[in-house]
């Protein structure tokens, strides 16, 4: 099953897409957020191009695991791409994934300027990664 990950950020939008048999994420691309919406035309265009069957939307809940102003952004997201295609729409917990991504690059020796944007399609793969892992774990037990 072709499944499809998306970092939704204020600025950017992470994507990441697995490999067509569902057990690797791979990062596919980063899309400038845009008030015309452009960003959203152009993820359904990729939908329908990859045939996905699932897309998974990183919710950012607080360290609680509560959902605050950022997960309310994303669950509007959500709601917006729900009406654009019909395709099952999960939302996965994404607690500190950006941070990680920003790390690990660091530590890479990538300066601020080149990590810039490549965070979110890092960050979107990491969702994915950890959402196809947990499924299958789940189908094996």
């Given at each position: 099953?072709?499944?499809?990950a ?32 452009v ?15 699932r ?26 791409l ?15 994934t ?6 690990a ?19 979107a ?17």
């Amino acid at each position: 099953m072709r499944t499809l990950a998306i970092d939704y950020g204020t600025a950017r939008v992470g994507v990441a897409i697995s490999d067509a048999a569902g057990r690797l994420a791979l990062p596919l691309a980063i899309l400038q957020r845009d008030p015309e919406g452009v960003y959203l035309q152009r993820l359904v265009e990729i939908i329908a191009e990859r045939g996905v069957e699932r897309i998974v939307v990183g919710l950012p809940l607080t360290l609680q695991g509560e959902a605050g102003p950022a997960a309310t952004s994303v669950n509007e997201f959500i709601t917006a791409l729900q009406t654009a295609v019909d395709t099952e729409i999960v939302s996965w917990d994404e607690r500190l994934t950006s941070a990680q991504v920003e790390k690990a690059m660091a530590q890479a020796g990538l300066s601020t300027r080149d990590r810039r944007g490549r965070v979110d399609a890092a960050a979107a793969t990491l969702i994915l990664q950890s959402y196809l892992d947990a499924h299958e774990q789940a189908n094996q037990q």
